[in-house]
């Protein structure tokens, strides 16, 4: 299992487990992840749907948005 704690849910970031180090690794993986799940609904050989097509990309990317929400996050805070 990845270490990485931005790879895992949460309901709470854990910020004090969280490192500088830790951010480019989950962007990264979570790039990766989401080019899959796109893969996955461009190759689905059932005929596209509502359903099987928009809202399976409205749930891609879960583990990418995580990352860059804390990122973003952390940005604003460093320019206010």
């Known amino acids: 299992m990845n ?3 931005l790879l895992h849910k949460f309901s709470l ?3 004090s487990q969280i490192g500088v180090e830790d ?5 990264k993986e979570g790039i990766t992840k989401a080019l899959a799940e796109v ?3 461009v190759n ?3 005929p596209p749907t509502f359903e099987n097509t928009i809202e399976a990309l409205e749930r ?3 583990d990418l ?3 860059l929400y804390l990122i973003h996050n952390s940005e ?3 320019s206010s």
């Not at 951010?23 to 962007?27: D, F, H, K, L």
């Open 3 to 5: 270490k990485n704690p």
């Open 13 to 15: 970031p854990p910020f």
């Open 23 to 27: 951010y480019i690794p989950a962007v």
């Open 39 to 41: 893969d996955n609904i």
């Open 44 to 46: 689905n050989p059932e």
């Open 60 to 62: 891609t990317g879960a």
């Open 65 to 67: 948005d995580r990352a």
């Open 76 to 78: 604003t805070k460093r």
